[in-house]
């Protein structure tokens, strides 16, 4: 099928890899056995509806969760036999970008893109700033070091955390829903600042995001989760004029107004 196609067409090393992974919590199976690839270098958009899953595969991913069923492999190494070390090991090379970008309130903006490196390297304080302004200058935050949160913007938040998820220059970048509560012109820029980064840094990123279609503009791939099943990976292109079922039904619902011709388009408007 399509998943087997792009996987083709894609000869990048294999970052992270989920094979018939499965999770139940209590009685609810939340993932029934889900198969993701993603490629070095490359950006995966995972999109479904609420409450299908996207953020419990994050969670594999980052093994923060393990998988009742299946492996979750990160750089080839099955996270669950791992230890806490060599765990942590793997997490350092990663970056993370959540929702509410949880900076501390506490610190000031410097500080909080500092923290990973004050807490995961022995590096020195020149080398700290050299790293930090270097994420702010490209964030164009040089000028808020001294702000403290409350002191923002929405977007100069995001923005903040951004800076501190890639502070560690991270080989793989993770963001769940990074844009909630911004509008849709500070949506589009921090979007151009992921793609602006990945295209200087070069990492690989998965992408949870309720953004369609404009995330489809960074996806390499985008996946859709329902039924607690990857119900097909693929270009955005492709899954944009996907015959499967289910991702028909989701374009449909999430862009269809696009397609619609004129005359169902007078309909749709009536
Ligand atoms: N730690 C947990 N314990 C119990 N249930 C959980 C846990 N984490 C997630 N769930 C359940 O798993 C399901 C999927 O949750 P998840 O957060 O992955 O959804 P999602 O696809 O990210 O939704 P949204 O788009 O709203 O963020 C939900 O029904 C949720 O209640
Ligand atoms: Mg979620």
Redesign the pocket.
Known sequence: MSTVNSQAQNNSPVVIELAGVKKR??R?M?LRGVDLVVHEGRTLVIV??????????I?HMLGL?NPSRGTVKVFGRDLQRLNRRELNEVRSSFGVLF?NAALFDSMNVYDNVALPLRERTRQSKEEIHGKVMGKLELMGLEKSVDKFPAQLSGGMRKRVGLARALVLDPKVVFF??PTTGLDVHKSNELYRLFYRTQQQLGYTAVI?S?DVPKIFKLADEVAL?ADGQVQGCMPPEDFQMSEQPMIRAFVEETMGHLYLSDEEEADFYA
Do not use: Y
């Open positions: 919590f209590g609810q939340v479904g509806a609420s409450g299908t899953g996207k953020s419990v595969i969670k969760i929702q769940d829903e949870v309720h989760l």
